[in-house]
């Protein structure tokens, strides 16, 4: 099993910046890919960044160049600094992470950004 568990979110204002946090823990051999989704009040769950095992980054559109996503696998953490928040970036963030035994998620962290 695996577990991660969010933290860092809260309410900022607008131009503001917050960093989240996701640990994982549980018995597995390796991560391959992290990543932060997000969910705003009647909208789908969308993909904001995510980070393969080596580094690479990628990004949605709508927070490239805002948004910097970075793993540190000694520590099975994976972050995302958010800066210059907008009001549409309000939403609860969930951590995914891909395993070789399947796609796991955290319980998610409230962001809001109020303008």
């Known amino acids: 099993q695996v577990q991660l568990v969010e933290s860092g979110g809260g309410l900022v204002q607008a131009g503001g910046s917050l960093r989240l946090s996701c640990v994982a823990s549980?018995?597995?051999?390796?991560?391959?890919?992290m990543g932060w989704y997000r969910q705003a009040p009647g909208k789908q769950r969308e993909l904001v960044a995510t980070v393969s095992s080596g580094g690479d980054a990628g990004y949605a559109d709508s927070v490239k160049g805002r948004f910097t996503i970075s793993r540190d696998n000694a520590r099975k953490t994976v972050y995302l600094q958010m800066n210059s928040l907008k009001p549409e970036d309000t939403a609860v963030y969930y951590c995914?992470?891909?395993?070789?035994?399947?796609?796991?998620w955290g319980q998610g962290t409230q962001v809001t950004v109020s303008s």
């Open positions: 549980g018995s597995f051999f390796s991560i391959y890919a």
């Open positions: 995914n992470a891909r395993l070789v035994t399947g796609q796991y």
